[in-house]
């Protein structure tokens, strides 16, 4: 298959132009210096960047948007860079080469983790385990026993109601006797206001990523609200009164759900994005799918040539109905 994929260039030809009228939106998160597991380092982006330069016409989400609302015509072959979260390390290693290669994006932000009054609660997960000097095994909450571990902590916590979620962090770090600092710690450092704003002069859309990266399928709707429209104020306030895109944190399907949608679109967001892809692409109003930036080279290819929309389509994978 590997050579197929690589070699076959009519193969790879075919399935783009088979292609060509539907964008490609892409994921990241995280970036590096050198390959180090769970990161893209800043050699293999630089690859992809120089790859999608020679075979695809690269555009930020909000742009990509707006054509679409003004039923403008969208350029062949577009594709989309999204980056989640708002580390630094998207400003030391990705944006020095998206402005080297003149390639726009998209970086949602988790406003209250840029105003470094909080920080996300994966990160704070993962910062407990690694510091713990404990020997117990479990962690009981609620009736229930979890493993100490990062997988299945992760598990338990997308599944929780968001307020008992904070809880059971806290418990966490009772529990493990660890005191969590109020902002990220350096491995885990966000990007600062100043730094979005250099990036959003340099072809970057800054949107949304709610306030505090809640499951927005364990909110209220009150608390909906609060997340989507006030970190579109924060970030209009930083960086001026721009149409945004939103991007739902986790972004699997019991992540969001059609009230969250209405808020959202409510709200005056232009477009939003999930996590995960399958046959809808971008038929699904405010719910447009994506396909991980993070894999080795033959799935880039497979991704922004088209093939991995192919596949999808042929096998009719449906992941989420909205
Ligand atoms: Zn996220």
């Known amino acids: 298959m590997k050579s197929l994929i690589t070699k076959s260039y009519p193969f790879l030809k075919l399935a783009k132009w088979l292609t060509r009228n539907t964008p490609k939106i892409m994921m990241y998160h995280s970036f590096s210096d050198a390959e180090k597991e769970g990161y893209v380092s800043k050699a293999h982006f630089e690859w992809q960047l120089q790859t ?23 350029p062949k072959n ?14 030391d290693y990705a ?9 726009p994006a998209t970086f949602f932000v988790t406003t209250n983790f840029i105003d ?5 609660w994966p990160d704070k997960v993962k910062y407990l385990l690694s510091n713990t000097q404990t020997q117990e095994t479990h962690i009981e909450f609620d009736g229930t026993k979890t493993e100490l571990n990062f997988g299945a902590i992760n598990h338990l916590c997308l599944n929780l109601e968001n307020n008992k979620k904070l809880k ?39 949107g949304s990523h709610t306030l505090s990266h809640p499951s927005l399928g364990q909110v209220s709707d009150e608390q909906a609200n609060v997340e989507i429209g006030d970190s579109l104020t924060v970030i209009n306030t930083h960086l001026g009164n721009i149409p945004r895109t939103f991007c739902y944190p986790n972004g699997q399907p019991n992540d969001y759900n059609p009230n969250v949608i ?31 930036g993070a894999g080795n080279e033959i799935h880039f290819k497979k991704v922004i040539h088209g093939v991995e929309m192919i596949e999808y389509q042929l096998k009719k994978t449906v992941v989420c109905d909205y």
């Open 52 to 74: 999608i330069k020679k075979n695809c016409v690269p555009m930020s989400l909000i742009d990509l948007a707006e054509l679409n609302e003004n039923k403008k015509p969208i």
């Open 78 to 91: 577009v594709v989309v860079i999204t980056i989640d979260d708002g580390y630094k390390n998207v400003f």
């Open 95 to 103: 944006f020095p080469l998206l402005k080297k290669y003149q390639i």
């Open 116 to 120: 470094q009054t909080d920080w996300l």
């Open 168 to 206: 059971f962090i806290e418990h966490l770090s009772k529990m493990l006797d660890i005191t969590l600092p109020v902002g990220p710690p350096d491995e885990f450092a966000s990007c600062t206001w100043q730094q979005l704003e250099e990036m959003q002069l340099n072809g970057i859309e800054i």
């Open 262 to 292: 209405k808020i959202v679109n409510a709200t005056g967001y232009k477009a939003a994005v999930t996590a995960f892809p399958d046959k809808h692409v971008l038929t699904k109003e405010f719910a447009w799918r994506r396909y991980s």
